[in-house]
């Protein structure tokens, strides 16, 4: 029995890294997808790597942007869970930071998850539907030098889904946050290149170890919340 077949899953972050892992997952147990991303070209590659027989709708949608209603693509297709993937990090310190990259990180890590959610919200209670936010191991734990707009920001999803979680369990809808370590994606790979460190991806997380583990998550009973997932890399580099 496919784990996810008659559900309608809105992942964001689709086009690369732990997004595109969750969306081919998501895919092999036969849920309908709807990814959103702003590169319609990595979209259309997620959507023609998944099996024929999958409902998929691409949505581009700048989650940095202002945005106050659905796109037309996201609008009453009974969707049952939403997981947010899509993130910006950029490291500056605060004495060279640009204000853009600050409202930057805060849009696609904290402000458009909010909307996103506030707007689906609707269509989850009605499907007593589940919510992921990706958050991050180490922004939680320590805010580097360089890191605090990321941190801060990833602080701040933490905050909001603590909080949505406490207005809708009552509704029906669970709310998991999971904070992965380093994982061998793009935004790992530029992290790395910034840092001076080889880029040595087989001793990280792998994007596939987190949709596994967000995957099983989505499926516990329903007797049952996971609140929050901390995921580390085995290996130490
Ligand atoms: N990789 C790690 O080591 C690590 C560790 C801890 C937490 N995380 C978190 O995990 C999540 C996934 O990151 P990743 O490692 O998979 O990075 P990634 O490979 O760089 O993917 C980031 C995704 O975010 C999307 N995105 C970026 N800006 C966007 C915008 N303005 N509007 C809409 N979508 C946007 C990108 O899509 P488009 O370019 O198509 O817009 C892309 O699909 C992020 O929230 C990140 O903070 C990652």
């Given at each position: 029995m496919k784990r996810f077949r008659g559900q309608t899953v809105v992942v964001t972050g689709a086009s690369s890294g732990i997004g595109r892992a969750v969306a081919l997952a998501l895919q092999e147990e036969e849920a309908s997808l709807i990814l959103i991303g702003r590169d319609e070209n990595r979209l259309s590659e997620v959507a023609a790597a998944c099996r024929p027989d999958t409902s998929v709708v691409s949505c581009k949608l700048d989650l940095a942007r202002s945005f106050e209603e659905l796109p037309p693509s996201l609008r009453d297709r009974g969707v049952d869970i939403l997981v947010h993937c899509a993130g910006r990090l950029v490291i500056d310190e605060m004495i060279s930071a640009r204000l853009d990259d600050f409202d930057l990180q805060m849009g696609v890590n904290v402000r458009g998850p909010w909307m996103l959610s506030r707007l689906l919200l609707p269509q989850l209670i009605e499907a007593r539907g589940q919510i992921v936010f990706v958050n991050s191991s180490i922004a939680q734990h320590s805010a580097r030098a360089g890191h605090g707009a990321y941190a801060a920001?990833?602080?701040?999803?933490?905050?909001?889904?603590?909080?949505?979680r406490e207005e809708v369990n009552a509704l029906g809808v669970r709310v998991t946050s999971v904070y992965p370590g380093r994982t061998a994606t793009s935004m790992q790979e530029n992290l790395h290149a910034q840092e001076g460190r080889d880029y040595r991806p087989e001793r990280l997380l792998q994007p596939e170890d987190l949709a596994s583990i967000i995957l099983h998550v989505l499926t516990l009973p329903e007797t049952a919340e996971v609140r929050d997932v901390?995921?580390?890399?085995?290996m130490k580099t």
């Open positions: 920001s990833k602080v701040a999803l933490r905050a909001i889904a603590d909080s949505l901390s995921v580390r890399p085995f």
